[in-house]
Nanobody
Framework: QVQLVESGGGSVQPGGSLTLSCAASGINFSIYTMAWYRQAAPGKQRELVAFINSGGATNYADSVKGRFTISRDSDKKMVYLQMNSLKPEDTAVYYC?????????WGQGTQVTVSS
């Protein structure tokens, strides 16, 4: 059974930092591309925040470049999202996703709220 479990969300003031973690199980983690998406409100489209492929190459949404860093630890089957200089517009539910060819899986999400 495939599971992606996010943790690390919470409330933070503008300018603050958070690190999200995603623990994967049930997949051959090393071959999967891992990504973080976010959804600002129910009914709004989920947007890709960042991804990291099996070789370690990364890509970021323009809105988070220079502020967020995605990383992975294949030994621990973990993926992380370090978020710095957080803004109110970063408020969303953040989801972990894994994909390889036609196989893709989602976590349940973790809430991040940026507010003064």
């Amino acid at each position: 059974q495939v599971q992606l479990v996010e943790s690390g969300g919470g409330s933070v003031q503008p300018g603050g930092s958070l690190t999200l973690s995603c623990a994967a199980s049930g997949i051959n983690f090393s071959i999967y591309t891992m990504a973080w998406y976010r959804q600002a409100a129910p009914g709004k489209q989920r947007e890709l925040v960042a991804f990291i492929n099996s070789g370690g190459a990364t890509n970021y949404a323009d809105s988070v470049k220079g502020r967020f860093t995605i990383s992975r630890d294949s030994d621990k089957k973990m993926v992380y999202l370090q978020m710095n200089s957080l803004k109110p517009e970063d408020t969303a539910v953040y989801y972990c996703k894994s994909w390889y060819r036609e196989y893709d899986y989602w976590g349940q999400g973790t809430q991040v709220t940026v507010s003064s």
